[in-house]
């Protein structure tokens, strides 16, 4: 499988500025209560990055939230990065030959909605035939979202821990990308910190 260091060829220069900055690395189990992975393709006009919208279900707080591939870590993961590629083929069928070269530990991050860490990492997508929704009880779609779209922020009233109120989100062909998701990808893809909306 060839590494990001490898020539341009095997990841597009697009898409390899946002990848270089994260070397391969990796967490021990347990060095967060979670994983997630940022995946990135070159698209028509735009880089691209992999987003699901989860399954509406009772008594889940995530449901039908749109977020990264990825989730809880599981007794029998080795390490962090072995979390974030089961969730990734569970979720959207993509697995180690998917992509290219090794993940990017981007950092850990905190999710205050689910009361954890999080442990994110990056990768490009390689000559796959791409994502899909591996198992429709927990993903409802799977979508790629345009890196300009990060760029349009409007207040959207959501159910927060503090009660129903505004908070800065993407608004993408109905999928409503907001909170850990929003603030990780802004930060990978270096967006200011929006204003916070008012209400």
Known sequence: ??????????????????????????????????AVTIVLREGRRDVEVLLIERSVRDGDIASGQVALPGGRADD?????????????????????AD???TLGLV???????????VAVYSAALGPSPGPRAADPHEVAHVFWLPVTALDTVEPVERATRSGLRKVPAIVHEGHVLWGFTFRVLRQFFDRPEPATPPG
């Open 76 to 96: 029998a993961d080795e390490s962090m990065r072995a979390t974030a590629l089961r969730e990734l083929h569970e979720e959207v069928g993509l697995g180690p």
């Open 1 to 34: 499988m060839a590494e990001l260091g490898e020539p341009a060829g095997h990841v597009p220069s697009a898409v390899r500025r946002w990848l270089e900055r994260w070397p391969p690395g990796d967490l021990p189990h347990g060095a967060a209560g979670a």
């Open 107 to 117: 950092g850990v991050e905190e999710a205050s909605l689910f009361n954890m860490h």
């Open 99 to 101: 992509l290219v070269g």
